[in-house]
Nanobody, 122 residues
C-alpha cells in the first residue's frame, strides 16, 4: 500500500558519516510513523530509530543514540537518517518502514522498503 525507497548507502571508513533517505509515495507522513531498521548477516533485525507522525517525536536504539539523527521533510515526503561516527558494527542492510505507532519493534510496521547496504570498513 505504501511504497518506500531507500537510498544513500555505500562504503564509508570508520568515523565517517552517511545520510540515508527514505522516499515515500504520496503525502503519507501525516498518517504513518517511519522507522529505520537494520540487519547484519547472522544477526537479528534491530530497530534503529523512529519518527512519530504528528508531533515528530523521535526515538533511538541505545546502540546509535548520540550518533544518529532521524528527521523528515514533509514537503518532499522523505525521512532521513543522518549517521555520524560510524563504526564497523554499523555495517548492515538498512530498511525504512511505515507503521502506525512510534516503536523500534518491526512487528508494528506493515510496509517496508527494499533496503540499502551500509558498509563501514577501512
Amino acid at each position: 500500500q505504501v511504497q518506500l525507497v531507500e537510498s544513500g548507502g555505500g562504503l564509508v571508513q570508520p568515523g565517517g558519516s552517511l545520510r540515508l533517505s527514505c522516499a515515500a509515495s504520496g503525502s503519507i507522513l501525516d498518517y504513518f510513523t517511519i522507522g529505520w531498521f537494520r540487519q547484519a548477516p547472522g544477526k537479528e533485525r534491530e530497530g534503529v530509530s523512529c519518527i512519530n507522525r504528528g508531533d515528530g517525536s523521535t526515538y533511538y536504539a541505545d546502540s546509535v543514540k548520540g550518533r544518529f539523527t532521524i528527521s523528515r521533510d514533509n514537503a518532499k515526503n522523505t525521512v532521513y537518517l543522518h549517521m555520524n561516527s560510524l563504526k564497523p558494527e554499523d555495517t548492515a542492510v538498512y530498511y525504512c518502514a511505515a507503521g502506525f505507532i512510534a516503536s523500534l519493534d518491526g512487528a508494528y510496521f506493515s510496509s517496508w522498503g527494499q533496503g540499502t547496504q551500509v558498509t563501514v570498513s577501512s
